[in-house]
């Protein structure tokens, strides 16, 4: 069975920093994408980051580019989010999910879905 699991999510004021995790299990990463993606009540979930095996390539959103980090650790089949310079803005539930393929933060495959991290960032 596929999954995927999300850590490290809390508070932090802004201009800190987080790191989250997504622990994949049921399958490994190498053949897969994980893309990370964040939601408030009321609105769209949006893609933040994505990075696909496959190619080897890396995307991120506009609003985070240069302040997020994604990385991988394929011995460990972890996903790594490292956040820097958070905004009030950035405060969101923070998901990961598990596909195919990623081509600009958007992923294609059957998606499997972590239950999420809440991060929130205090002005």
Sequence with gaps: ?????????????????LRLSCVASGFTFDDRAIGWFRQVPGQ?????????????????DDSV?????ISSDMARNT????MNGLKPEDTAVYY???????????????LT????????VSS
């Design 113 to 120: 879905w972590g239950k999420g991290a809440l991060v929130t």
């Design 96 to 110: 990961c999910a598990a596909a195919e393929v990623c081509i600009d933060t958007i992923l294609y495959g059957d």
């Design 79 to 82: 996903v790594y989010l490292q």
């Design 44 to 60: 769209m979930r949006e893609g933040v980051s994505c990075i696909s095996s496959r190619d080897g390539n890396i995307y991120y």
């Design 65 to 69: 580019k240069g302040r997020f980090t």
């Design 1 to 17: 069975e596929v999954q995927v699991a999300e850590s490290g999510g809390g508070l932090v004021q802004a201009g800190g920093s």
